[in-house]
């Protein structure tokens, strides 16, 4: 049986009206972007929704993007693969999370919490594991996603940074916010919506964004179904999350 509960969220400048289900499978971190949906379960299998189904793509990996730039994912050995002709490709570098959620470039972290980016130029042209060349950007993260007004992330101790000056042309951007919470993961939707998830596994979103303020104002806590969340993406105005449990919770 399918749990359903209907949510409005009060939000700046309007409302954000919800209505979230669990669906079938299990996964262990799932990404949305370009109206796409791909997720890893905990066997390394990949997988992409189509419709109401989960369809196998061939490969492991341990985690999965998919956004403007494609669909990149990275491997339990940290290698790096893209999505090319229907084939997984590997490419040059080595990261242990990746995001292909900005505009057409490429940002990720590697087991060291060092924090790279690909131009949208080279996010473009990668196809082999001669490329694409990596910019390194100053300062450690464990976690970082990227979208139109810049790039957030987080750290080893759960602190919140957004990256500002981020362009398709420099993805290094220029300098770090610090933004008050705490967070374990956190995801930038295309349109530029935020959410987060904390070591409690509760679920965030940042409200308050704009072009003038990319910081927004506020995090809002989002109760859904009394779960704790280990992961959320957001694409189109849906969310897609994991309980801690492995549950796939879809919000639309």
């Known amino acids: 049986m399918q749990a359903h509960i209907f949510l409005l969220l009060a939000l700046s400048g309007g409302s954000l009206a919800l209505e979230c289900h669990i669906i ?8 949305a972007g370009n109206g796409q949906v791909f997720g890893v379960d905990d066997n390394g299998m990949v997988y992409t929704r189509f419709a109401d189904f989960w369809d196998v793509v061939p490969g492991t990996l341990a985690h ?12 339990n050995g940290h290698t790096i693969y893209r999505l090319v002709g229907g084939f997984w490709a590997i ?6 999370q990746i995001d292909a959620g900005g505009d057409r470039i490429v940002s ?14 080279e996010a473009i042209a990668a196809a082999n594991y001669d490329s694409p ?11 970082y996603s990227c979208g139109p007004l810049g790039c957030w992330g987080s750290n080893s101790n759960d602190d919140i940074f957004f ?15 610090h933004v ?37 104002t ?16 957001t694409d189109l105005g849906q969310l897609w999350l994991i309980t801690k449990d492995g549950e796939i919770i879809h919000c639309q």
């Not at 993805?171 to 770090?176: A, D, E, N, P, T």
């Not at 295309?190 to 964004?209: E, H, K, M, P």
């Open 24 to 31: 079938g499978g299990h996964l262990k971190q799932i990404d």
């Open 64 to 75: 999965v993007t998919v956004g403007p730039a494609g669909v990149w994912g990275v491997d």
């Open 91 to 96: 490419m040059a570098g080595l990261l242990k």
């Open 108 to 121: 990720g972290v590697n087991v060291n919490d060092d924090i790279y980016c690909v131009t949208q130029q």
């Open 133 to 143: 060349n990596y910019n390194n950007i100053a300062g450690k993260l464990k976690y």
């Open 163 to 177: 990256r500002t000056g981020v362009t398709p042309s420099a993805c290094f951007g220029k300098s770090w916010v």
């Open 180 to 216: 008050g919470g705490k967070l374990t993961m956190i995801e930038v939707g295309t349109d530029g919506s935020v959410y987060g998830v904390n070591s409690g596994g509760a679920l965030y979103r940042r409200v308050g964004i704009t072009d003038s303020s990319p910081t927004g």
């Open 218 to 233: 506020q995090w809002i806590h989002i109760n859904i179904m009394g779960r704790a969340f280990k992961h959320v993406t």
